[in-house]
């Protein structure tokens, strides 16, 4: 596609289930990364994909996270048994590494993640 | 710790006037970029402007500039001719530059900007 395209848009779940929000970054794009935006806040960085090296978890705020990438393509972000404090916009970003080159990441509009 | 403080939670400016959005960070990395991004209602990040830290050189793209001042870790971004579609959260971001990895970009809370008619 022409842009990272996140899904769904909106999701609202009870306090207890789980949930997956899906990532479609750019084609060709080796580097996918996940964010999340509490409401008022910046984003902080929750893991980092890239090509088929081990994954930058360092961000995932507890085992209830977990994310997949299948090679260079879609990403999901699990989270389960969720909590109010979970609540928030899930940002997906893609890019492409060449080298040392720190390139531009490109943003999905998001999933606003609503756990009542 | 590396951090990113954005100061001024709101700014507001009035439409073709100048506005300057303010960030500091702290690092002990010599090596690292800089950016803004802008996020309108959409949500959809935006890179505005990008400053790799070993270059003096101020960068500039179109109405955007930045102030880098890198002994004061500052980095402020000025708007020039300010527009309507400029208002939106403005976001300062770090990154150290790890081999290539620019995973772990530190965001600030984020500038509000109001464009005036």
């Known amino acids: 596609g022409a842009g990272v395209s996140q899904s769904p848009s909106n999701k609202v779940t009870e306090k207890g289930k789980d949930v997956e929000l899906r990532c479609d970054p750019i084609s060709g794009h080796t580097a996918l990364y996940w964010y999340r935006q509490r409401l008022g806040q910046g984003l902080e960085f929750l893991i980092y994909?890239?090509?088929?090296?081990?994954?930058?978890k360092s961000g995932l705020p507890s085992d209830r996270f977990s994310a997949e990438r299948t090679g260079e393509s879609v990403s999901t972000l699990t989270i389960q048994r969720t909590q109010q404090e979970d609540s928030a916009v899930y940002l997906c970003a893609s890019s492409f590494l060449f080298g040392r080159t720190n390139e531009k990441l490109f943003f999905g509009s998001g999933t606003q993640l609503s756990v009542l | 710790a590396q951090t990113v403080t954005q100061s001024q939670p709101e700014m507001s400016v009035q439409e073709a006037e100048t506005v300057t959005l303010s960030c500091t960070y702290d690092?002990?990395?010599?090596?690292?970029?800089l950016f803004w991004y802008k996020q309108p209602p959409s949500r959809q990040m935006i890179l505005v402007i990008r400053q790799e830290a070993y270059k003096q050189q101020n960068a500039t793209e179109n109405r955007f500039s930045v102030n880098f001042q890198k002994a004061a870790k500052s980095f402020s971004l000025k708007i020039s001719d300010s527009q309507l579609g400029d208002a939106a959260m403005y976001f300062c971001?770090?990154?150290?530059?790890?081999?290539?990895?620019?995973?772990?970009?530190?965001f600030g809370k984020g500038t509000k900007l109001s464009v005036k008619p």
């Open positions: 994909f890239q090509g088929n090296s081990a994954p930058d």
């Open positions: 971001a770090y990154s150290p530059n790890y081999g290539g990895s620019q995973g772990n970009l530190i």
């Open positions: 690092t002990s990395e010599s090596d690292y970029y």
